[in-house]
């Protein structure tokens, strides 16, 4: 009887079939065809419950369509499951061709996995093909009908017949996910076509009003705009700017036109000019304005891209930051200078000093020859090779082009020059703060800070190390040199100081030190120090103080 029914069982499964797969083609959204395909799946293969699992971008299946059960369409869809927990199910229980079918006896191992999943309770089953509740079916789809680029799933449940299906279910099934997968695929194809003519329509209108908007943004922009070459024998040329950049340089924009931002640019600034890029390149320099001035302003660049040539203008906004950089440097002035006398003060002072001094002792040539050699370089000794300019072998080492500082011959003047460290102390200072308050003693301060910076070359150092301490640096002194301006600033320091009217007087202690390569500041400045108190002990007291 069973095997007189096949002809008819066929039959009727192919008409349902048939009918399910012309409905996958009539729906016209993506998740039309999604839902089709789980209704098919109820209404014409004969399951109860059917659900499809889409791989999304990530990897991971979502649960994109329930047919069968509203309760558990409410309660699963959705939701999310990994594409390592959907992996071990495909790969477990039987397969039937490319169907995959994991019975109740060996599923209860996948009751606590991440995989959205319904099922109620049942008897066992009482003949060996009945279905048990919580047996599992599973049917691949992949794309384009086959291989290996999985697509989604889909899952069935509870067979109206009570029974496993059989060769003819399984195959039908297989056809099913079969076309299912096509028409998921066309679906997202029609889907991705209809948002490319939608967002190509957009991009046209987006493109009308972007150039629109674009030449607005230009010519109004508050700060400065620039459109210029690139490439070719005009690169940097300016072809166009706005009204707020004609302003901020003085000059009217048929005259910009003439020019490239290289030749507007502070000649001390040229190299940050080239050294900025393109695109995203930013830079802080000074521009000329047709005043003769120079202004500080901030360069931003981006690059207007042709779609078929490659990259064509350069697209500059030019900011004033001349507000700013005044507050900066102002800042930067006051952190490193002296709030009294406007000398700097003992952290920039260290950082001057340190800035000509090396870790590594210099080794002077004893003889002209030896001095000749150094010079280029040629010396057979390694223990000699450090000169003027150091030699490291491994070049942009840490004492590449240094040029060492070398202490002159305090007992036998050489003729040889270094950075004289004249370390100066007030004599009788203390007694003026005590005596007239520190009004006055601050007035002395400043007419000294004065005194000193008068009597020092463009170039030298006067700073205030702090209290009444004062340190001179002056480079390329031989060792009478130094002393004569010890004698010329003490002389200096010694006329009497008029404050509110009155004639104050004070004295100054000088201590002479050098600067050396392989000595550190602190210690530099300890040897003047030490020096200048060996000195103000020679002096009788009457003669340190000079009133």
Not at 183 to 190: E, G, K, Q
Not at 200 to 208: G, V
Not at 386 to 406: E, I, K, R, W
Request: charged share 25%; proline share 4%; with cysteine.
């Amino acid at each position: 009887m069973e095997a007189e029914s096949e002809p008819y069982v066929r039959l009727a499964t192919m008409r349902q079939l048939h009918q399910a797969v012309a409905d996958l083609n009539t729906a016209r959204s993506l998740a039309d065809t999604l839902q089709t395909v789980a209704d098919g799946i109820v209404a014409g293969l004969g399951y109860e419950l059917a659900c499809v699992n889409l791989v999304r971008p990530d990897g991971d299946l979502v649960v994109a369509a329930f047919a069968g059960n509203s309760a558990a369409e409410a309660l699963i869809t959705g939701r999310v499951g990994s594409r390592s927990s959907w992996e071990r199910r495909l790969s477990m229980g039987e397969a039937w061709d490319e169907l995959r079918y994991i019975p109740h006896t060996d599923g209860w191992v996948l009751l606590d996995d991440d995989v959205p999943q319904w099922h109620t309770e049942g008897p066992e089953p009482r003949f060996e093909d009945e279905w048990h509740p919580q047996d599992r079916l599973y049917a691949p789809m992949y794309a384009s009908g086959g291989g290996l680029d999985l697509l989604g799933v889909i899952s069935v449940d509870r067979p109206r017949n009570g029974r496993r299906p059989g060769a003819w279910g399984r195959e039908a099934l297989q056809m099913y996910a079969s076309q299912a997968a096509i028409a998921i695929s066309n679906a997202r194809l029609r889907a991705n076509m209809q948002r490319a003519l939608v967002r190509l329509e957009r991009e046209q209108q987006a493109l009308r009003a972007s150039e629109e908007s674009f030449r607005q943004a230009f010519e109004y922009a508050p700060s400065g705009m620039a459109i210029a070459e690139m490439g070719g024998d005009q690169h940097g040329r300016l072809l166009r700017t706005n009204d707020a950049l004609c302003r901020l340089l003085g000059r009217p924009a048929s005259v910009l036109r003439r020019y490239s931002f290289a030749d507007l640019v502070h000649p001390e600034d040229i190299g940050t000019l080239l050294r900025t890029s393109a695109e995203g390149g930013r830079a802080e320099l000074r521009l000329g304005r047709r005043d003769g001035t120079y202004l500080w302003v901030s360069l931003r660049n981006s690059v207007v891209a042709d779609t078929t040539d490659g990259p064509r203008f350069l697209l500059t906004h030019v900011e004033d930051i001349e507000e700013r950089k005044r507050h900066e440097l102002h800042l930067a002035h006051r952190a490193s200078h002296d709030a009294l006398t406007g000398l700097p003060n003992s952290a920039e002072l260290r950082s001057r000093l340190g800035s000509r001094l090396c870790e590594r002792p210099h080794s002077v040539a004893t003889t002209a020859v030896e001095a000749l050699d150094a010079a280029y370089g040629d010396v057979d000794d390694p223990d000699t090779r450090t000169h003027g300019y150091d030699v490291d072998s491994v070049p942009g080492g840490p004492y590449d082009h240094h040029v060492h500082s070398v202490a002159p011959d305090t007992e036998n003047d050489d003729g040889a020059k270094g950075l004289a460290v004249l370390f100066c102390d007030l004599d009788g200072f203390k007694s003026i703060n005590d005596r007239f308050g520190h009004h006055t003693g601050d007035a002395v301060l400043i007419e000294v800070a004065r005194r000193l910076t008068t009597c020092v070359r463009d170039g030298d150092t006067v700073a205030r190390l702090g209290g009444d301490e004062f340190v001179v640096l002056a480079d390329g002194l031989g060792a009478a040199d130094a002393a004569d301006l010890a004698v010329r600033l003490r002389n200096a320091i010694i006329p009497p100081i008029r404050v509110d009217g009155r004639a104050v007087r004070v004295g100054a202690s000088f201590g002479i030190g050098w600067a050396e390569c392989g000595m550190t500041a602190e210690e530099v400045l300890r040897s003047a120090d030490q020096r200048m108190y060996v000195e103000k002990r020679s002096r009788a007291k009457v003669h340190r103080r000079a009133g």
